[in-house]
């Protein structure tokens, strides 16, 4: 069983910054942050593998940061230039052999 807990969501104006963080209990692999806005499905915004390798959302290209301390069993999502359109519930996810691993999710306001 993997637990995984987020942190770092809040309400920020349009514009502004915020950097998640994901602890997984465990090593995994390939760890990754989706999104859920209201009425809307869970999207991919960003993943990466073990070894550093990333993938972005078109979305988030040239905005977002993701990365990892794998020492740490963490991964990070640092956002700039924050829309209201990225207002969401944040969810990590992480990769193991028997399954994929979901944390409760972080809330993400953008709003003036």
């Known amino acids: 069983q993997v637990q995984l807990v987020e942190s770092g969501g809040g309400l920020v104006q349009p514009g502004g910054s915020l950097r998640l963080s994901c602890a997984a209990s465990?090593?995994?692999?390939?760890m990754g942050w989706y999104r859920q806005a209201p009425g809307k499905q869970r999207e991919l915004v960003a993943t990466?593998?073990?070894?550093?390798?990333?993938n972005y959302a078109d979305s988030a290209k040239g905005r977002f940061t993701i990365s990892r301390v794998n020492s740490k069993n963490t991964i990070y999502l640092q956002m700039h230039s924050l829309k209201p359109e990225d207002t969401a519930v944040y969810y990590c996810?992480?990769?193991?052999?028997?399954?994929?691993?979901w944390g409760q999710g972080t809330q993400v306001t953008v709003s003036s």
């Open positions: 990466i593998t073990s070894g550093g390798r990333t």
């Open positions: 996810r992480a990769e193991r052999i028997l399954g994929s691993y």
């Open positions: 465990v090593s995994t692999g390939d």
